[in-house]
């Protein structure tokens, strides 16, 4: 069965014509709230401009509805879980090490480091080129994704908030 085109949905290009003109109401709101003031005390230049900013923000997000939404929030999560998984992992494997030199260390027993950094090192080099680089990240970020929005409404606000989710979580 084909999908159907979902008739709300506006082309990228107005998408992003409205993001940046709700990016141009907040500049002029940046530039409307660093002249000096009483404290307290708010312009009617700026209230304007801060309900001109409501506004354009609002109308550049209506079309991605609540679908943005719930898979900007999904993503965030995901992120965030991603993140402490690595970190875990990062700690299962440093404690590991630091096991190993100590054994070594003591004599109870020896490990051929080249060996294990040649075997880690194919492990990782997933293009096959000889250097682990970003791009073999990228099959693995492509898998990780495909699998994580899988049957989800909508991937656009997700993959958005899983990279914040790692970023800032």
Not at 20 to 38: D, S
Not at 71 to 95: D, H, L, P, Q
Not at 114 to 121: A, F, N, T
């Amino acid at each position: 069965m084909a999908a159907q085109a979902n008739p709300n949905v506006q082309p990228a290009e107005r998408q992003l014509a409205d993001l940046q003109v709700a990016a141009e109401e907040a500049k002029k709101l940046l530039a409307v709230g660093e002249k000096k003031q009483e404290p307290g005390a708010q312009s009617s230049e700026e209230s304007k401009a801060e309900k001109s900013l409501v506004a354009a923000a609002t109308a550049a997000l209506v079309p991605f509805g609540g679908k943005l939404t719930f898979g900007a929030i999904t993503g965030y999560c995901a992120g965030y879980a991603s993140k402490k998984i690595s970190k875990a992992a990062a700690m299962v494997v440093g404690t590991g090490f630091i096991a190993l030199q100590i054994l070594a260390y003591n004599g109870y027993v020896t490990v051929n480091w080249k060996k294990v950094e040649d075997d880690v090192m194919k492990k990782l080099d997933a293009n096959g080129d000889g250097v682990v680089d970003a791009k073999d990240l990228q099959p693995f970020f492509k898998k990780t994704m495909s699998a994580l929005q899988y049957n989800m409404p909508s991937s656009t606000g997700f993959v958005t908030g899983y990279v914040l989710g790692l970023k800032y979580a």
